[in-house]
């Protein structure tokens, strides 16, 4: 594992398919239960780490191309996330990353002063304070805090709101901690898994209007295991949220993954109208049986190294040149799109940085019909099942168990592949629609502009 640019001398040659499951290595007793991995490394298309030394400069600028081998995948997706600019240098990176470990520490020493438990290597699964802010005295629920829960208890007094509804649920990652990845031997761990509670309860704080939700930790794990650094995999998995936060806002009525869930509605409408209307007929038409996938990016349907093979190749498609930048400007936490204006008169040089997926959009100026690559994949997903759905499925709970046959066999290449037909299918269709809208509208101006001019006539005529 690694987390900085020193990577000379790890894993030169090219990895098989059984070096990728041992690098991630299942517990023995569940090795019948974790789906199977189906990615197979390709000979001479692995980003080996010496390949990487290769594409950085002698001053650090990166060229990133083609897959990644396991023992770099964190300092990769550092850049493919948007934490450092690709035209940045080692001693920027060096700096920005101390800059961020700083700031990190100083929010987990602000953390420290409300919970003393944080930072101290264990960690929270049951309740600390009473829904009305009121400290837990329960020795069995402050088992785990040792000599600091007198401290908590002082610390606890004249606690506001963001501070009680933080530590209402500072049980609750505890508690999804113990579940998160239990089959892989990293997380027997009690430091490792303490590791990943830390990242997600500071995360929980600092971005308080999200707060804290079930499935980040599905999300926020793999940078754990990936960045040796806690702060940097903090910052990562801060970047990824940066995409995926609004997935999770919620209130009462509703949750965000439901705008993904509409946009995924909208595209089989249009690319598969009879299935579309199949679904709905099954009040299925909110596609709410997709909802996990969206959430947490297909983790509990695919094995641990097949998920992070599709999330990185998802992030390549995705990739904007200018993402680091833009979150930097952006005093926002929500993902930020590319500027409109930037978009319309990029140059075909600039273009070629881009994704494959993100590029489709710029070229065809469907830039307000962006959906994430995700959207596309649940998409390809419905249309793989398309005969068994339309023939198969009388009710929602069989649109369920259909669907629910990916797992552990999904094909993340052809399901991408499918995705990317899909998109454009998508976007020459809303290109179609919007030609034909413009074309009504100038019709009906035409036909406006007649009768106003028909209207003024006697007018203008009497005029000399």
Not at 127 to 155: K, R
Not at 315 to 329: D, G, K, Q, R, S
Not at 389 to 394: I, Y
Not at 426 to 441: E, F, M, T
């Amino acid at each position: 594992m690694l987390c900085c640019d020193g990577i000379a001398g790890f894993f030169i040659r090219n990895s098989t398919a059984e070096e990728l499951d041992s690098r991630f290595a299942v517990r023995p007793e569940y090795q019948g239960d974790v789906p199977k991995t189906h990615f197979k490394p390709k000979v001479r298309k692995t980003l080996s780490a010496r390949r990487w030394k290769v594409a950085l400069s002698q001053d650090g600028h990166v060229d990133i191309a083609g897959g990644v081998h396991p023992s770099i995948k964190g300092v990769v997706w550092e850049f493919l996330l948007g934490c450092f600019d690709p035209n940045s240098t080692f001693d920027e990176r060096n700096e920005l990353r101390q800059r961020r470990r700083e700031q990190y520490e100083a929010w987990k020493a602000e953390c420290r002063k409300m919970v003393p438990i944080i930072g101290s290597g264990k960690f929270i699964t049951t309740p600390i304070i009473t829904d009305d802010g009121q400290p837990i005295n329960d020795p069995s629920t402050n088992s785990d805090l040792g000599d600091d829960s007198e401290a908590m208890s002082t610390n606890d007094a004249g606690l506001d709101k963001k501070v009680t509804q933080w530590k209402l649920g500072l049980h609750q990652i505890g508690l999804d901690v113990i579940r998160t990845d239990r089959a892989l031997i990293f997380y027997e761990s009690e430091a490792n898994q303490t590791k990943l509670w830390n990242v997600l309860a500071i995360y929980a704080w600092v971005d308080n209007s999200i707060g804290y939700v079930q499935g980040m930790n599905d999300i926020c794990s793999p940078m754990v295991i990936l960045m040796e650094n806690e702060a940097d995999a903090f910052w990562c998995f801060e970047r990824a949220m940066r995409r995926l936060r609004e997935n999770f806002r919620s209130n009462a009525h509703s949750i965000g993954v439901q705008s993904q869930l509409s946009t995924l509605a909208g595209i089989m409408k249009a690319v598969d109208p009879k299935l579309h209307q199949h679904l709905e007929e099954l009040d299925g038409g909110e596609y709410l049986f997709a909802l996990r996938m969206l959430m947490v990016l297909f983790r509990r349907e695919l094995s641990f190294v097949d998920a992070l093979h599709l999330w990185e190749v998802m992030w390549a498609m995705e990739y904007n040149p200018n993402i680091f930048t833009l979150y930097e400007m952006s005093r926002s936490r929500s993902n930020v799109g590319a500027d409109k204006n930037v978009a319309s008169n990029i140059d075909s040089k600039l273009l070629k940085q881009y994704g494959k997926f993100e590029r489709k959009i710029i070229e065809t100026g469907q830039t307000e019909q962006k959906s994430p690559l995700a959207v596309f994949l649940v998409a390809s997903v419905l249309e793989t099942k398309n005969k068994r759905l339309l023939t198969e499925a009388k009710g929602p709970d069989d649109v369920v168990e259909i669907v629910g046959d990916i797992t552990a066999h999904l094909d993340v290449k052809k399901a991408l592949n499918d995705a990317l037909n899909i998109q454009e299918k998508y976007l020459s269709k809303a290109s179609a629609s919007l030609s034909c809208l413009l074309i009504r509208g100038s019709k009906y101006i035409v036909k406006v502009s007649s009768s106003a001019f028909a209207l003024l006539y006697p007018v203008i005529g009497s005029i000399p």
